[in-house]
């Protein structure tokens, strides 16, 4: 893998500190980039840290609940200290509070999903962005949604809605981003093997309906997602905005 494709970038991972966001920040720092990962848990973003330590580009952990404008204040301004401006943004943090039949969502659940999944890129959009059209360097922006913001999914009402808001989201702002060489994209996992995911994998009965009927029978690997993002956020995608990449072993193709 070339490994300096991404040097002098700095790059911004929400939910870095494991799962698909810890594979999309290795992915990036490994292709040169330095990085700055966020979360709520320090721990976990320490040790990820600590885990990247040889690769080409530095990894800076930094602590933040991304439902909380304030945090996210802080959180531009510890990334600009630490590595300058952000040139890719990787809006990955996400929370799943609504499980369960529609009707009995409450407007907590709801409010708090927004918050999370939908509000936080555009807070961060809105932080991050206007540096990038007065360096006129351009950048990429990378929305990490779901394949159950394609098609319904039953008792995910709050997560299905709020990962096709993102969606729709990433193809506005391609539109009026774009003329500033600003690119935006969205990812759309299928169901990868992360701890945020496990009531699903850990489900014998889901996995053997998987198994039956994915064109690729398995469950993916965060690596598999990391290979996107890094794609998205390089010179090779430079042509590419406004467009959703589903990456889910071909469960969307039937």
């Known amino acids: 893998m070339q490994t300096d494709i991404l040097a002098g970038k700095t790059a911004l991972v929400t939910g870095g500190g494991r799962g698909i966001g ?34 080409p580009g530095k990894t800076a952990p930094f602590a933040c609940h991304v439902g909380r404008k ?37 407007d907590e659940a709801i409010l708090k999903t927004l918050e999370v999944n939908v509000l936080a890129a555009h807070r961060l959009i809105k932080l991050t962005v206007p540096r990038m059209i007065e360096r006129g360097s351009g950048g990429s922006v990378i929305n990490v949604a779901s394949i159950a913001g394609l098609r319904p999914q039953p008792h995910g009402l709050v997560y ?67 290979g996107m993002a890094l794609f998205l956020a390089g010179p090779d995608s430079s042509y590419v905005t406004g467009q959703t990449f589903v990456v889910d072993g071909g469960a969307t193709a039937k």
């Open 22 to 55: 810890k594979a999309i920040a290795h992915r990036l720092a490994g292709a040169g980039a330095n990085v700055v990962i966020a979360s709520r848990k320090l721990e976990n973003l320490e040790a990820t840290a600590h885990e990247f330590h040889d690769l």
């Open 70 to 106: 304030s945090d996210l204040e802080g959180l531009i301004t510890f990334t600009e200290k630490m590595f300058g401006p952000v040139d890719i943004l990787v809006n990955n943090s996400a929370t799943n509070i609504g499980q369960g039949p529609a009707l009995d969502v409450s």
């Open 160 to 226: 299905s809605f709020t990962k096709a808001g993102l969606i729709m989201m990433t193809r506005v702002w391609a539109i009026e981003f774009g003329p500033h060489n600003i690119r935006v994209n969205a990812i759309c996992p299928g169901l990868i093997e992360t701890e945020f995911s496990s009531f699903f994998w850990k489900d014998e009965h889901h996995m053997a309906a998987l198994r039956k009927t994915q064109p690729i029978p398995r469950i993916g690997a965060p690596e598999e997602i990391g």
